[in-house]
């Protein structure tokens, strides 16, 4: 049997924020925080992530935002892009319906940090996930939270992720 | 407790045994939830797909087991590749079964020996031709659709070619024996069909004979008359029929493809195929009597032989249409073929189809409804279907899942065929200048409207997007097109937003613009609260603030 291809997955970061974030927060929160990040996986050239739309896909940088602020690379995957789709249809009917969108603990990188898990079984970089606790670890944010909670993040550019050929 | 499983390994490989497989403890994990499973660390993956499907009450094939980042193969063992206690597992359950099996039948054995001496494209494709004939046993109703099929393939050759070259049908093609050698009365047969088929095979690689056997199609359709009963009596008038039908598309890929050792490929691949069911053996005897006009005799009769072998008392009364249909069809053909040149051949094919839709037509209990003289307009729309490699695939999915249903439901075979028949309406023509066509359509557009049915009752999304997506988009035309003279111009997002908020044009508004719903009030200028004096008749409110 010949070896499965190796799909390379990266993770791309964003900063919503455009800087304002690092010369702010001190102010604001009181600690330091780099930016406010976004993510989306890009695996089979194509770009993954999930916002108040539900999941998304779209070419890579595809989004309004451009493209991104920092590539990671998450590492490798054998999975096809069939059973990718496969994957994300169930994700997306599941976890990460797009009502389930929650911008503190359901949000991209809760996603992303599924999805590369399930692609290569590492987790993306800590800085990225903690931010929600970080943020709300602050009198601001503490304060700031009805009003940030129900807001919905959702990059314009992707196309929703369905399932492909209903049988099930 | 690290080190006391540490301690217990030393334990054991001091004194000398297999350190004994331990238990462990390892998580299933799903899109939708995490399951724990304790099982052997030494057992293998097959095992470990066993029980979760015992649990989670999916076929194992389905399975697919994903651990950083690499598929576990079945015959993986969970130790080797890094599965220890507390582990997590990814676990995907597949909607469908891989498309291509490894066909461990005859057919695609012979293929492949085909394709040492041929090209690829048009052995394969004389196997396609097989699998062809093999359906059309399965279905009767099929013999229509695939007879329209193949008139219409002879107006547009290519599209032949581009058909049968799809990898997708080739691979069903191999796919088919697979089941094929499931069934119990072939399996004596296979063993020995294909070896005089093969012997001929080689022994007609020499071009010369490849040029006498293209023009060998008189004695194919002459070999047809000799057809013997069945237990079914409608199967082997079907089967004849696209038997023959399959012989005279055979050289029109052969002359695509330039290689006439397709027609080797196709009478054998045929042979094959009539190992299904005995009443197309005779068929199989049909090429084999032109093969043995320029080969070993002996190999040809132990065909025939094996074929007579295996007949059924005759099917009487049906030998008569046969034949009289056949008559007529070699009569036809025989004129025509005194053209030697390959091209020619094209010219024979249509009229002797269509002599053989006659044939059909004559024999009531193979159609359910006659459609003589039935215009070319009902089969015009077939052709975007089969010039386009994806529709075609469609197709054929869906063809292979109406088997599937026929099999699971044999009740609903009458059903999935009884409504819906001809009230299609005819759709545009095109060109009109095909010629006569005869034969039914009804068929045809049972299998189309019962497409229909299926992506209109299922609730999720359909087999293709264009019947999917234009019936939501439809709902919400005019809904849209306020939305994009608004500015949003993403059209996909308008239409989700719409489709989430069940139309409701002020809510997916908000929604497209990223507002929270609950907050933004109903943009109803003119509503006014009502105060207590001084209300003399103000209708205007104050809508414009608070926005």
New interface residues.
């Given amino acids: 049997m010949e070896p499965?291809n190796l799909y390379p997955?990266k993770l791309y970061v964003y900063d919503l924020s455009k800087g304002l974030a690092r010369r702010l927060s001190p102010i604001m929160l009181g600690k330091q925080l780099e930016g406010i990040w976004h993510t989306s996986i890009v695996v089979h050239k194509d770009e993954f992530y999930f916002g108040?739309?539900g999941i998304s896909s779209c070419p890579p940088g595809g989004t309004l935002l451009g493209p991104p602020d920092s590539v990671v690379d998450v590492?490798?995957?054998?999975?096809t892009e069939e059973?990718f789709q496969?994957?994300l249809s169930?994700?997306g009917?599941?976890?990460f319906r797009?009502e389930a969108y929650n911008i503190f603990e359901n949000n991209c990188n809760t996603f992303t940090n599924e999805v590369a898990?399930?692609?290569?079984?590492?987790k993306i970089p800590s800085y990225i996930t903690d931010l929600p606790s970080e943020i709300l670890s602050t009198p601001f944010g503490q304060a700031l939270r009805p009003f940030l909670d129900?807001?919905?993040?959702?990059p314009?550019?992707g196309?929703?992720v369905?399932?492909?050929?209903?049988?099930? | 407790m690290a080190r006391a499983r540490e301690e217990a390994r030393d334990s054991q490989l001091v004194s000398g045994r297999e350190p004994t497989s331990r238990i462990i403890r390892v998580s299933v994990k799903t899109p939708q939830d995490c399951q724990e499973f304790m099982l052997a660390e030494n057992s293998s993956v097959h095992h470990f797909k066993k029980q979760i499907s015992k649990r989670l009450h999916h076929d194992t094939d389905r399975l697919v087991l994903i651990f950083t980042g690499k598929i576990l193969r079945d015959q993986d063992i969970l130790s080797q590749r890094g599965i220890f206690d507390g582990t997590t597992v990814n676990l995907v359950v597949r909607t469908r079964l891989k498309g291509t099996l490894p066909g461990p039948g005859t057919l695609p054995g012979p293929t492949d020996h085909c394709m040492h001496h041929s090209e690829p494209s048009t052995s394969e494709s004389a196997g396609m031709l097989a699998r062809l004939g093999r359906l059309a046993q399965s279905s009767p109703e099929l013999t229509d659709f695939l007879g329209q099929l193949a008139q219409l393939l002879t107006a547009a050759p290519e599209s032949v070619v581009q058909f049968l070259e799809n990898p997708v049908i080739q691979g069903l093609v191999n796919e088919k024996p697979a089941k094929a050698r499931q069934a119990p009365e072939s399996s004596r047969q296979n063993p020995q069909k294909p070896e005089p088929t093969l012997k001929a095979l080689e022994t007609l690689q020499n071009p010369a004979r490849q040029q006498e056997l293209l023009q060998a199609n008189k004695q194919d359709l002459e070999a047809l008359t000799a057809v013997p009963g069945g237990d079914n009596a409608m199967r082997p008038v079907c089967s004849d029929i696209q038997q023959f039908m399959l012989f005279t598309l055979a050289p029109l890929v052969a002359s695509k493809g330039q290689n006439p050792a397709s027609e080797l490929c196709k009478e054998e691949a045929n042979a094959h195929s009539s190992t299904d069911t005995t009443t197309t053996i005779p068929t199989a005897s049909a090429p084999a009597r032109p093969l043995t006009q320029k080969v070993r005799a002996g190999q040809a009769t132990q065909a025939r032989s094996m074929a007579s072998n295996q007949t059924h008392s005759g099917c009487g009364p049906r030998m008569p249409d046969i034949n009289s249909g056949h008559n007529l069809l070699s009569q036809e053909s025989q004129q025509p073929i005194g053209k030697a040149t390959l091209t020619s051949q094209l010219r024979p094919s249509p009229s002797a189809l269509r002599k053989a839709l006659h044939v059909l037509q004559q024999n009531p209990a193979l159609l359910h409804q006659l459609a003589s003289g039935s215009p070319l307009q009902h089969y015009l729309p077939l052709l975007p279907i089969l010039t386009n490699p994806r529709a075609l695939q469609a197709l054929i999915q869906i063809e292979k899942g109406l088997q599937i249903l026929s099999k699971e439901v044999p009740g609903l075979g009458p059903c999935l065929w009884g409504p819906g028949r001809g009230t299609r309406e005819p759709p545009e023509t095109r060109g009109g200048g095909q010629g006569q066509r005869a034969g039914s359509v009804q068929s045809t557009w049972a299998v189309l409207q019962l497409l229909h049915a299926l992506a209109n009752a299922s609730s999720q999304s359909t087999q293709s997007s264009l019947s999917s997506f234009s019936l939501p988009e439809g709902c919400f035309q005019q809904e849209l097109e306020h939305l994009k003279a608004m500015g949003f111009a993403n059209h996909d997002a308008n239409l989700q937003t719409l489709m989430a908020v069940g139309g409701d044009i002020q809510v997916a508004i908000e929604r497209l613009l990223g507002l929270p719903e609950a907050q933004v009030p109903p943009t109803d200028a003119y509503s006014v609260p009502p105060h207590g004096e001084g209300g003399k008749g103000r209708e205007r409110g104050r809508g414009g603030e608070g926005k």
Wanted: without cysteine.
């Fill in positions: 499965p997955v108040s739309g590492g490798s995957t054998e999975v059973l496969e994957y169930s994700l009917e599941s976890l797009r898990q399930f692609l290569t079984g590492r129900p807001i919905q993040i959702q314009h550019g196309s929703p369905g399932r492909p050929n209903g049988q099930s």
